[in-house]
């Protein structure tokens, strides 16, 4: 019986990161050539994460 619990546990963590990852990939393409404002440079971690972000969202 515990392997069949933990299967459906298995089952809903991929449906859990299934619909993190669809989310995802509709939000990222909507942030391409955005500019983040001080407030949200500082919530993703400064200028470090802002221009990782920024290689990221913008292609070159």
Known sequence: MRDIER????????????SFVAAVGRIVPSLRNHTFSDGERTIVGGDRAAGEMGGVLRPE
């Open 7 to 18: 299967g459906m546990e298995f089952l809903d963590l991929v449906t859990a990161f299934h």
